[in-house]
C-alpha cells in the first residue's frame, strides 16, 4: 500500500456506503455476502470481513441471526431545540417545547438520594460524598423514546425545603431556575458542553439503539453567583435528533 492510499477494507466499506447512500441498496435490502463481497472486489475474507464491520459500527447495517445482514433504514433526524430564552410559563425547555409544536410528548422521572461520585461533586463543587438528590427522566415522543437525563442537585442546597424533590410539591415538573428562585437561590448562568461517545449499553437499550451508536452528551450545569446548583446529562441518540441552538446576542 503506497502512502495515502485507503486499506483495502476501508475502500470496500466506501463502495458500499455509497450505493446505501445514493439508493443501490436501499433500506431492508441484504447486504452482499462475504463471498459475494470478496469475488467483486476481489479481497480475502478477512477484508470482506471488516468492510462489513465498519458499515455496522456505523450503523448503516445490521445483523439479523439466521438470515444475514441488511441495509438499516436511515432516519430523517429531527430537531431538539435548546435555548439561552427562559420559558415564560417556567415549564422545563422540554414541556415548553412540546406545548409550542404541540407534540405528543411524555416523560417519567423518579427521584433518591445518594452521594455524589467525584465527577459529579467537581462539577458541584462539592466533596466527592456529599449528599445530593439524583432525579432520572426518560423522554418520549410519540411513544418513541428520544432523550434520557440525569440531574444531581446538593442537598446543601435544596434539602429540607419544599423544592427538594424537582418533580413533586408545589412547584413540582417547573424549571430550575423558578424552583431555586422559590428557595431564594437567584439562578443567573448556565452551561452546556456538548460532546459524542458511544451510548451505554443500558442507554441504547432505553433509545432503541443498537450497541456502537454514537450518543449526543449535554452536559449542563445551572449557577447562583458563581455556585453551582444543579448540574445534568442529557443524552440523545445521535443518528436521529440533531441539537439546535437559540442563543440571544445581548
Not at 444475514?68 to 410559563?89: D, F, K, L, Q
Not at 437567584?186 to 443500558?202: F, H, Q, S, Y
Not at 452536559?219 to 453567583?225: D, H, K, P, V
Request: hydrophobic content about 35%.
Amino acid at each position: 500500500m503506497t502512502f495515502g492510499e485507503q486499506p483495502a477494507y476501508l475502500r470496500v466499506a466506501g463502495d458500499l456506503r455509497k450505493k446505501i447512500v445514493d439508493g443501490s441498496l436501499p433500506p431492508h435490502a441484504r447486504l452482499p455476502s462475504q463471498a459475494r463481497i470478496r469475488e467483486e472486489y476481489g479481497v480475502s475474507d478477512t477484508v470482506a470481513l471488516e468492510a462489513r464491520k465498519v458499515l455496522m459500527a456505523e450503523g448503516l447495517v445490521e445483523g439479523r441471526s439466521g438470515s444475514g445482514t441488511y441495509v438499516r433504514e436511515r432516519p430523517v433526524p429531527r430537531r431538539i431545540a435548546r435555548s439561552g430564552n427562559r420559558p415564560a410559563s417556567g415549564a422545563t425547555p422540554f414541556r415548553q417545547e412540546q406545548a409550542e409544536t404541540h407534540a405528543r410528548g411524555t416523560w417519567e422521572s423518579s427521584s433518591r438520594q445518594s452521594e455524589a461520585s467525584g465527577a459529579v461533586a467537581e462539577r458541584l463543587g462539592i466533596k466527592a460524598g456529599d449528599r445530593v438528590m439524583c432525579t432520572k427522566y426518560v423522554f418520549r415522543e410519540a411513544g418513541e423514546t428520544m432523550m434520557l437525563s440525569t440531574s444531581w442537585e446538593p442537598l446543601a442546597v435544596t434539602g429540607r425545603t419544599p423544592v427538594m424533590l424537582p418533580e413533586e410539591g408545589p412547584l413540582g415538573g417547573m424549571g430550575v431556575v423558578e424552583r431555586m428562585r422559590a428557595i431564594d437561590v437567584i439562578v443567573d448562568n448556565v452551561t452546556e458542553e456538548v460532546g459524542a461517545r458511544p451510548g451505554l449499553a443500558e442507554e441504547l437499550l432505553a433509545l432503541g439503539g443498537v450497541p456502537g451508536h454514537v450518543v449526543l452528551v449535554v452536559q449542563r450545569t445551572y449557577y447562583a453567583s458563581g455556585r453551582p446548583v444543579e448540574t445534568a446529562d442529557v443524552v440523545i441518540p445521535a443518528d436521529r435528533y440533531r441539537v439546535a441552538y437559540h442563543l440571544p446576542v445581548r
